[in-house]
């Protein structure tokens, strides 16, 4: 999904990681730069929270870019590590790479834990880098070091001051979340009355979003049996498109205002929820520029 090899060299690998961490909530005590590290790329410190007190923990950060040879990181890419660990009085050992790394690197910092000789250790792979850069919050990360899959991969951007899911209705699953995996997983329910009167608009009483299959089924089967009502819906893979995001807007609004269909107070605040969640799909990341813009003409109240 992500192309590191987007990612030049070494040297904007390890500024990379250095941001990425900052974004994870960690504090640099040593950046990145030109050199002889004697071992580190980086020192980072967290402020860990016990029972009886705080603590701050200190890592030892070595950052390897192997995207383009697409080999893993091995021992030999990772020499001393005790030795390393120690000299710069830190506790943990993070591993920060653009491919794997290999079983015996594994089994090595593994040994090193259990035997008490360093805190911890955690390695940031590919896989788990790619899983973070697509969550809420890290798009301009993307966008920055990583433009090419930033405009495949599309993620997801605040329009809020928060992040405002898609939860299905009946297993809460995240079907925003879901767009990552399988376009098509989720769609969006239109609940209204049997009119007996088709001169009349139609009411929509409920909307509802929910997983495709069982979930969309059992909700719809509720409706039609307990309060006779029936259900339409569209795809929110086919509404996560910007073309078809504007046409199921226009479609509505035109609905509305040939008076062919009404919305209930109900039905309307769930129809503005989802189009803000799905906004975040669609629309582009709002600039720090613009962010300030906004907090000087507006509130988000009108969502």
Same mark, same amino acid.
């Given at each position: 999904?992500?192309?590191? #090899? %987007?990612?030049?060299?070494?040297?904007?690998?390890?500024?990379? $990681?250095?941001?990425?961490?900052?974004?994870?909530?960690?504090?640099?005590?040593?950046?990145?730069?030109?050199?002889?590290?004697?071992?580190?790329?980086?020192?980072?410190? %967290?402020?860990? /929270?016990? $029972?009886?007190?705080?603590?701050?923990?200190?890592?030892? @950060?070595?950052?390897?870019?192997? $995207?383009? +040879?697409?080999?893993?990181?091995?021992?030999?890419?990772?020499?001393?590590?005790?030795?390393?660990? #120690?000299?710069?009085?830190?506790?943990?050992?993070?591993?920060?790479?653009?491919?794997?790394?290999?079983?015996?690197?594994?089994?090595?910092?593994?040994?090193?834990?259990?035997?008490?000789?360093? #805190?911890?250790?955690?390695?940031?792979?590919?896989?788990?880098?790619?899983?973070?850069?697509?969550?809420?919050?890290? +798009?301009?990360?993307?966008?920055?070091?990583?433009?090419?899959?930033?405009?495949?991969?599309?993620?997801?951007?605040?329009?809020?001051?928060?992040? @405002?899911?898609?939860?299905?209705?009946?297993?809460? #699953?995240?079907?925003?979340?879901?767009?990552?995996?399988?376009?098509?997983?989720?769609?969006?329910?239109?609940?209204?009355?049997?009119?007996?009167?088709?001169?009349?608009?139609? @009411?929509?009483?409920?909307?509802?979003? $929910?997983?495709? &299959?069982?979930? &969309?089924?059992?909700?719809?089967?509720?409706?039609?049996? /307990?309060?006779?009502?029936? /259900?339409?819906?569209?795809?929110?893979?086919?509404?996560?498109?910007?073309?078809?995001?504007?046409?199921?807007?226009?479609?509505?609004?035109?609905?509305?205002?040939?008076?062919?269909?009404?919305?209930?107070?109900?039905?309307?605040?769930?129809?503005?929820?989802?189009?803000?969640?799905?906004?975040?799909?669609?629309?582009?990341? /709002?600039?720090?520029?613009?962010?300030?813009?906004?907090?000087?003409?507006?509130?988000?109240?009108?969502?």
């Amino acid at each position: 999904m992500i192309d590191f #090899k %987007e990612i030049p060299n070494g040297e904007i690998w390890e500024l990379f $990681a250095r941001d990425f961490l900052v974004q994870l909530g960690f504090f640099i005590e040593s950046s990145p730069d030109r050199g002889a590290d004697a071992g580190k790329d980086m020192l980072i410190s %967290e402020e860990l /929270t016990g $029972a009886l007190g705080r603590y701050r923990l200190r890592w030892l @950060v070595s950052c390897k870019h192997n $995207a383009v +040879s697409g080999k893993s990181v091995n021992e030999d890419d990772e020499k001393n590590i005790l030795d390393r660990v #120690k000299s710069f009085d830190a506790q943990g050992f993070i591993g920060f790479y653009s491919t794997l790394p290999s079983s015996a690197l594994n089994s090595r910092l593994k040994q090193l834990r259990d035997g008490g000789k360093i #805190k911890d250790y955690r390695i940031f792979d590919h896989k788990l880098i790619e899983d973070y850069l697509i969550q809420i919050g890290f +798009s301009i990360l993307l966008m920055r070091y990583l433009p090419q899959s930033y405009r495949v991969i599309k993620p997801l951007h605040l329009v809020n001051p928060e992040y @405002v899911p898609l939860e299905c209705r009946r297993c809460g #699953k995240d079907l925003l979340e879901t767009l990552y995996q399988e376009q098509y997983l989720g769609l969006i329910g239109f609940v209204e009355s049997e009119r007996d009167d088709y001169s009349k608009p139609r @009411v929509i009483e409920d909307v509802y979003w $929910a997983c495709k &299959d069982g979930c &969309d089924e059992l909700i719809s089967d509720h409706y039609l049996q /307990t309060e006779g009502k029936l /259900t339409g819906w569209e795809d929110i893979g086919d509404i996560a498109i910007p073309a078809f995001f504007l046409e199921f807007i226009f479609r509505i609004m035109k609905d509305i205002r040939n008076e062919s269909c009404v919305f209930t107070d109900n039905a309307y605040g769930q129809l503005k929820e989802f189009l803000v969640a799905i906004s975040q799909k669609v629309l582009r990341e /709002t600039t720090p520029l613009e962010k300030e813009r906004i907090g000087k003409l507006m509130d988000f109240d009108f969502l």
